[in-house]
């Protein structure tokens, strides 16, 4: 029986590059609001909050994914 391909994975990606990347000029948001952060998150109001799950969850889930699919491999 042929090994399953990932889905998961590639989902998770489609999403990070669409979502979590968008938009995309001047800059990605998720770059913005991690710099915010970083910054101290001096006047983050509870929209650049929400702002900043909506846009990092997709890169959460993949990292995840890659996490579990890797464990799955070497154990």
Known sequence: MPQ???ANIL???IFSLTLGLAPFYP???IIGKVRWLLGGAAGM???D???LV???TPWVLL???LIW???KKFT
């Open 54 to 56: 909506l846009h990092g």
């Open 4 to 6: 399953k391909k990932p």
């Open 45 to 47: 109001q509870p929209m």
């Open 11 to 13: 989902r998770f990606l």
């Open 27 to 29: 800059e990605p948001h």
């Open 63 to 65: 990292a995840g994914a």
């Open 69 to 71: 699919e890797a464990k």
């Open 49 to 51: 909050w929400f702002d």
